[in-house]
């Protein structure tokens, strides 16, 4: 039995349920194409000023994360914002750990599908203040994924609405980088709920105008497009958006509050997966998607059901703090030995916060070593003087 903190500001005792899922392999081939977005992990004895330095990786934790959702099935998005992409991991470190991820995808048995994030983050802001300074950074980083053997996803930059960018600067450097990749790219279009500095992204500030530039841009080459995720937390959105993409052009849906019935889809189209809450709900997910290609829709919506609460616990605004509950899962299921993130990002979290997602968690039977979640949840609390 554990004490654990409301919302309302008091204390409730919470009898875990306990009944958790078992990782393992899919039984058939999937039918979606699902990439989980995966977080790093410090190694906090070698982390020196963590606001101000590079961080410090514990790069064996890292790829054993990596490997555990490749033995699951499922395809890895790195060096994505769920790695903390400009919010405490540059791109050095980025560049680093997409070349020791591709080294170990090659070598696991189910040769995985990896798709890694290309930004403009290794250049100061005040160096990127024309098209033609975005493109030139976005062609550095793309090029050592690809020299990698990673496919490119085009990540959304700031720098664009920090310039003020046109929709012709935009049309500018996408078409230069679709164009020039060396195979089907996926493009990023990330909402300003997760990072405000994206807000007016495309050069519009009005929704329908951005769909249609996208659209446009897509269709002017769409052998090269892949497909596009949408982060936008708007189902509604996102399923009028992908019955108008060309067809093969994949929409992999961002959105992790609606993922479950994007995914199942509307009996016309449906989406694919490229969401962070896939790692934090990795044996839920692959199960899930299982049922989907066995034509289970209950089993695949019973799974699915309770994670959608957990996700958008974790989700919750300011959303792009984010991290931290996929960070604390890890944790909490012995995926790694602490709960230290790049940035000392674990305090964007309060202890409420904490406590609401292990309930929802187990709740999702997604505590997958109940012993050792409830052992270290009790040490997490008593930092907070809550004692047992």
């Known amino acids: 039995m554990l004490t654990l903190p409301t919302a309302e500001g008091g204390l409730a005792p919470y009898r875990m349920r306990a009944t958790p899922l078992v990782a393992r392999a ?6 979606r194409t699902a990439f989980a977005a995966a977080h790093v992990v410090s190694d906090p004895l070698r982390e020196r000023n963590p606001w101000d330095g590079r961080p410090a990786v514990d790069w064996e934790a890292t790829l054993r994360f990596r490997t555990g959702l490749w033995d699951q099935g499922l395809g890895l998005a790195e060096a994505m914002d769920t790695a903390q992409r400009g919010m405490g991991v540059d791109w050095l470190t980025a560049k680093e750990l997409i070349e020791r991820t591709m080294v170990a995808a090659k070598a696991h048995p189910l040769r995985p599908r990896v798709a890694c994030g290309a930004g403009t ?3 100061d802001m005040a160096d990127l203040g024309s098209p033609e300074a975005i493109l030139a950074a976005y062609q550095e980083q793309a090029e050592a994924i690809e020299a990698a053997g990673g496919q490119l996803i085009l990540m959304a930059s700031r720098a664009f609405p920090a310039m003020g960018a046109t929709p012709d600067d935009y049309h500018k450097v996408y078409r230069a980088l679709i164009d020039g990749a060396q195979a089907p790219v996926v493009l990023h279009w990330l909402g300003e709920m997760f ?3 994206l807000t007016g992204y495309w050069g519009h500030t009005g929704l329908e105008a951005a769909n249609c530039f996208v659209l446009d841009l897509i269709a002017e080459n769409p052998g090269q497009v892949d497909g596009i995720k949408i982060s936008l937390l708007d189902q509604a959105h996102e399923e009028a958006f992908r019955a108008r993409l060309p067809e093969g052009v994949r929409l992999y849906t961002g959105d992790d509050f609606n993922y479950a019935d994007l995914i199942a889809g509307d009996g016309a189209h449906y989406s ?6 896939f790692a934090a709900i990795a044996p839920a997910a692959s199960q899930a998607l299982e049922a989907l290609a066995e034509g289970d829709t209950d089993r695949y919506h019973a799974l699915f059901a309770p994670t959608v609460h957990l996700s958008r616990e974790i989700f919750r605004a300011p959303t792009r703090f984010y991290k931290a509950g996929i960070a604390f ?4 299921n012995g995926s790694q030995s602490h709960f230290i993130m790049p940035a000392g990002f674990q305090s964007s979290r309060d202890i409420t916060h904490y406590a609401q997602v292990f309930r929802l968690a187990d709740q999702a039977d997604l505590l997958l070593q109940p012993d050792m979640a409830e052992a270290r949840m009790k040490a997490l609390l008593a930092t907070h003087g809550i004692d047992h």
């Open 121 to 123: 983050d290794h250049k």
């Open 26 to 31: 899919p039984r058939v081939p999937l039918t």
């Open 329 to 332: 899962l890890a944790w909490l």
């Open 195 to 197: 990072d405000p500095a």
């Open 272 to 277: 694919h997966a490229l969401l962070g809450i």
